[in-house]
């Protein structure tokens, strides 16, 4: 952030100890405007994005507006409104962790050179913080919410404070939540949070449309009613509630619903202040003593602990360094909480909607079985290391077989807890032992066609951004992956076949002959597909390297 806004120290800014507490709001509010349209000179591509992105958030807010006020006069219109200020305030306490590069002010790390007190310096973040389209969207869904609950002038006048209370309540939240974690957000920890933004985002809709379902199942609006009574004493949604509450004559409630966010405001302004006064004057503690001390990481590398588990040899060290992947490395651990997270919601969202089958268990085998897939792109331009241990088939043999192992480490037993979930919930505990052979079957076809396709179609994963799959190489990946997606499928069809044949033959009993033979079945495919990829991998080693550093 420049430090061109706060030149000489004249008296129009304030004197020599800084700009007064005024001129330095006037000055964080054009240093925001700035920031804003300098990034969007920056690209046409992002000038259209946020352009777009503006004009359909607006819309949003605008139909929100429409639709709150157009509740006048509905009986459970205080339920819903109170339950989307809540909504609303909960995204504002979140999306901070999850996107801390979408406002560069965000960041009070980068004023801490600058002569300012905090005090003056919050006050002028909190109103800089007000231009934009998340707070406009926020204005728009509690001033429709006002219209649709204020009846009579004392509501009004209610109104006239609670509307911009509750916003001010929103911004301060969220400025500090990202204050208080800012340390978090510039660290490998806080890009993590960023990469798996995009998978919280997408289970929290299946849950808000499972919730949508369940809704109109059950009595509609009339069902929040309990929920919202407690909201409703919530900031900011209780300065929400305090405007339905002066319309029905409890003067009172209202005013202790209006204290409640006002002293919450408070609250907020002040840890935010604490914040950035701790993050102004204190060092960083995390490079303190880092010479003097061993770390823990340091232990975890000695060979104690879960390592020791593992074989000896190249297998240990490929399955360690496997692991280690997963767990540290941001696309990758994103990949896999993805394929966790979704290979369960999806069976489970099925089953609690009255619509699912025990087969849906199969959906997280397919998911868990692409972690096999491009296992030499996960390493990118670091595979070059790996290239020089492999010069025998028999070596990359190796290095695949460890590769898969590690995989099934996580793999295998989690295909069997969903399956045994869904069966739970399903109470289809008849149809356990096929769905459960069909899954470990699948898994199996899924990890060995994924070998043969790390060394058939390798492609790099780009380190930076949000993309993860490098430039012109969206076709390859998507050949890879659908192909052998439908290859594990056909591969899988004897066993669907004598699934079918048993149940046609109402021989309940041999039916559990089939998690042995899906987990043997599953145990061949790999080793088929292992054996395979072995010779294609060594015979590529130069293709598999130069493609999968172009990222």
């Given at each position: ?40 000179r ?34 459970h ?17 979140f ?35 007000l231009?934009?389209?998340g ?36 911004v301060?939240?969220?400025r ?36 949508a ?18 909201v ?11 405007i ?19 002293g ?13 006064t ?24 000695s ?6 588990l ?9 399955m ?17 909480v ?49 290239a ?48 459960l ?20 179609y ?10 993860n ?27 669907i ?17 089939l ?37």
């Open positions: 952030m420049s430090t061109a806004v706060f030149d000489a120290p004249t008296a129009a800014t304030g004197g020599p100890l800084g700009p007064s507490s005024g001129s330095l709001t006037s000055i964080f509010v054009r240093l925001k405007l700035t920031l804003l349209a300098n990034g969007l920056q690209s046409s591509g992002r000038r259209a994005a946020f352009v777009s992105s503006a004009v359909l958030t607006l819309l949003l807010a605008a139909g929100q507006l429409v639709g709150l006020a157009l509740l006048r006069g509905s009986a219109a205080g339920s819903l409104v109170v339950l989307l200020t809540g909504v609303i305030a909960l995204g504002w306490t999306l901070p962790l999850f996107f801390p590069s979408g406002d560069e002010t965000l960041d009070p790390t980068r004023l801490v050179m600058l002569p300012l007190r905090p005090a003056p310096l919050v006050r002028a973040l909190l109103v800089a913080s231009a934009g389209i707070p406009l969207f926020t204005l728009c869904l509690v001033l429709g919410g006002a219209l649709a609950l204020a009846h009579g002038t004392v509501a009004v006048l209610v109104a006239v404070v609670a509307v911009p209370l509750a916003l001010l309540v929103c301060a939240l969220a500090s939540v990202a204050a208080a974690n800012t340390r978090l957000l510039t660290s490998r920890k806080g890009r993590d949070l960023a990469v798996l933004s995009g998978l919280v985002i997408a289970v929290g809709i299946q849950f808000v449309n499972f919730g379902q369940r809704l109109s199942e059950v009595g509609g609006l009339a069902t929040l009613g309990p929920i919202a009574a407690v409703r004493w919530v900031p900011p949604a209780s300065a929400i509630g305090a339905e509450s002066a319309s029905t004559g409890a003067y009172g409630t209202a005013l202790g619903q209006l204290a409640l966010s006002v919450a405001l408070f609250a907020l302004l002040h840890t935010w202040r604490h914040s950035l701790r993050l102004m004057t204190a060092p960083d503690g995390s490079t303190l003593a880092a010479a003097s001390e061993p770390s823990r990481r340091e232990n975890a590398t060979g104690a602990g879960w390592q020791r593992l074989p000896g040899g190249r297998t240990g060290a490929a360690q360094r496997t692991l280690r992947y997963i767990w540290r490395d941001p696309k990758t651990k994103a990949a896999w993805t394929s966790l997270v979704v290979g369960l919601i999806v069976p489970l969202v099925n089953a609690l909607q009255g619509t699912g089958s025990i087969y849906f268990a199969c959906f997280a085998s397919s998911m868990l079985g692409m972690q096999m897939y491009n296992q030499f792109g996960q390493d990118s331009s670091g595979f070059w290391m790996v020089q241990t492999i010069s025998t088939p028999r070596d990359a043999y190796l290095e695949l077989r460890a590769r898969a192992l590690a995989t099934l480490l996580i793999t295998l037993p989690y295909t069997a807890l969903v399956t045994v979930v869904t069966a739970a919930l399903l109470d289809d505990w008849r149809a356990l032992p096929e769905a052979g069909l899954a470990l079957a699948l898994l199996g076809a899924m990890t060995g066609t994924g070998a043969v396709a790390s060394a058939r390798p492609y790099s994963i780009p380190q930076e951004g949000h993309r799959i490098a430039a012109g190489q969206g076709g390859l990946a998507m050949l890879s992956i659908f192909g052998g997606m439908l290859g594990s499928a056909l591969l899988c069809a004897p066993l076949a004598l699934t079918i044949r048993l149940n046609m033959a109402d021989a309940e009993s041999a039916l559990w002959l998690p042995p033979l899906g987990l043997v079945y599953g145990a061949l495919m790999v080793w088929g597909g292992l054996r395979l990829g072995g010779p294609r991998t060594a015979d590529r080693l130069p293709e598999i390297l130069a493609a999968v550093s172009k990222g």
